[in-house]
Nanobody, 126 residues
Framework: QVQLVESGGGSVQAGGSLRLSCAASGGTFSTYCMGWFRQAAGKEREGVAAISTGGSRTFYADSVKGRFTISRDNAKKMLYLQMNSLKPEHTAMYYC???????????????????WGQGTQVTVSS
């Protein structure tokens, strides 16, 4: 069983930055495709970014391209999301997710992921 624990959320002003982290335990992290999702109040959970097992391929939602960067450290079993130039519309609960045995070629939908963290809240004020 894989456990995922997010951290790094918080409250920032517009234009600020945050770095989210996701610590994985159990399973073989280096064989999982990983993704970040977010869910704003009253909205569906949506994919933000995804990264292949080795980290060489990354994919982003159009709304965050050039602003967010996903990365991973397989030796540390860690996933990251660097978020820059944050806007109030980025306010949401952010979740990391894992999909075992994956060959990533695009941003996968929520249904494709097997394991989920509990989320970390990001609040951006204007």
């Amino acid at each position: 069983q894989v456990q995922l624990v997010e951290s790094g959320g918080g409250s920032v002003q517009a234009g600020g930055s945050l770095r989210l982290s996701c610590a994985a335990s159990g399973g073989t992290f280096s064989t999982y495709c990983m993704g970040w999702f977010r869910q704003a109040a009253g909205k569906e959970r949506e994919g933000v970014a995804a990264i292949s097992t080795g980290g060489s391929r990354t994919f982003y939602a159009d709304s965050v391209k050039g602003r967010f960067t996903i990365s991973r450290d397989n030796a540390k079993k860690m996933l990251y999301l660097q978020m820059n130039s944050l806007k109030p519309e980025h306010t949401a609960m952010y979740y990391c997710a894992a999909r075992p045995g994956c060959w990533l070629t695009t941003l996968l939908p929520r249904s494709e992921y097997t394991y989920w963290g509990q989320g970390t809240q990001v609040t951006v004020s204007s």
